[in-house]
């Protein structure tokens, strides 16, 4: 009999309706266990504006420190963040993946099968720790008198900027692995096409795309094709042609963008995951955000989460489980019978984790 691995993972459902999908994680991560040697043990921690409002800290040090010292990864819910400046906060989640160097935002779109128009299965791959996203601001009076001037650093670096065309490499090449285990090959060698604007800002973005390159031209990447798009025309191609691309790297503040706008290819944010990625730890993290419209309603859209999970446990190095819960939710979002409203659906929360569950 084979032994069984432990998973030691924090929850942190954060704000709005982080609180009502970060359980389906939980239950999901439960159920592996009859099936694969896994077992889980979990924590709870605090994170968030509401843990800011009570706490004086958004991302409290103690959080930190149970991550670093007992937990082997994470889910993240959501976070609430206020649209005016509110003194002493910032956003927990940047925080976090400052403090523990999750360098790389990995978000996969995926279309369902049978969905209308063309299929889609393509990796935005996003460098997490700088860009404009260094939030070194500043306001000051106009020399000239003519009224408030605002500025902002956009920090761009070769170590950050190499780290992530390795993996978004990485990413390629195993998932040309994967489509060659399953039979399915998408048409043509794997694929980076590295997304910048160094046509304008020569010196950030020019460095990026200039490392990324470098990078990409690596031995062990030797069978990936390497392409390039100026960040502007990547939208354009991206809504137009999606079946051209498989894995896309960009800077911080273009990966954002671009992932945000990629999960209108695929009806909602809600079935779009992303993962925070470093070297020693994994925060799985669903892409919308705490939507307090919603809150307290039970219509959460929790496939998001979920698909994060598996994600999360794909960079554990449990692909094998992580491919069981692709499975049941892709399974549940092709019958389309137990869809939340975001997708068209009458059903609530409770009933697509149920739904996944059982096909799990």
Do not use: W
């Not at 307290?296 to 929790?302: C, K, S, T, V």
């Amino acid at each position: 009999m084979a032994t069984k691995r432990t998973l030691h993972i924090a929850l942190m459902p954060g704000d709005g309706i982080g609180k009502e999908v970060i359980p389906a994680g939980r239950r999901v991560l439960e159920a592996l266990s009859t099936s694969f040697p896994l077992t889980f043990t979990f924590t709870t921690l605090p994170a968030g504006f509401t843990c800011f409002q009570e706490t004086g800290s958004a991302l409290p040090a103690s959080t930190l420190q149970t991550l670093r010292a007992e937990c082997t990864g994470a889910l993240f819910g959501a976070v609430s963040s206020p649209t005016t400046p509110t003194l002493g906060y910032s956003s927990p989640i940047v925080a976090l993946r400052k403090q523990l160097d999750l360098y790389a935002n990995v978000r996969p779109v995926k279309s369902v099968r049978g969905a209308v128009g063309p299929p889609i299965d393509l990796v935005i791959v996003r460098e997490n720790t700088e860009d404009l996203y260094v939030k070194e601001e500043k306001t000051y009076d106009a020399a000239d008198g003519s009224g408030k001037v605002a500025e902002a650093i956009k920090r761009i670096s070769e170590k950050a900027s190499g780290r992530i065309a390795r993996m978004a490499g990485d990413i390629a090449v195993r998932r040309e692995r994967v489509r060659r285990g399953m039979g399915a090959r998408k048409e043509g060698a794997p694929r980076v096409t590295v997304t910048h604007k160094s046509n304008v800002l020569s010196q950030t973005d020019g460095l990026f795309r200039a490392t990324a390159r470098k990078a990409l031209m690596e031995e062990r990447f030797k069978g990936v094709k390497v392409e390039e798009q100026i960040v502007d025309s990547m939208f354009y191609k991206l809504y137009r042609q999606p079946g051209d691309y498989d894995v896309i790297v960009a800077p911080n503040l273009y990966g954002d963008l671009l992932s945000d706008g990629a999960a209108a290819l695929v009806g909602s944010l809600g079935v779009v995951p992303s993962a925070n990625v470093g070297n020693d730890f994994v925060v799985g993290e669903p892409c919308h955000g705490s939507a307090p419209d919603i809150e307290g309603q039970n219509i959460a859209n929790p496939i998001a989460t979920i698909r994060s999970t598996a994600l999360m446990l794909e960079f554990l190095g449990e692909e094998a489980a992580a491919a069981a819960i692709y499975k049941a939710v892709d399974g549940s979002l092709e019958d389309a019978k137990i869809l939340s409203p975001d997708l068209g659906g009458k059903a609530k929360t409770d009933e697509v984790i149920e739904d996944v569950l059982k096909r799990l």
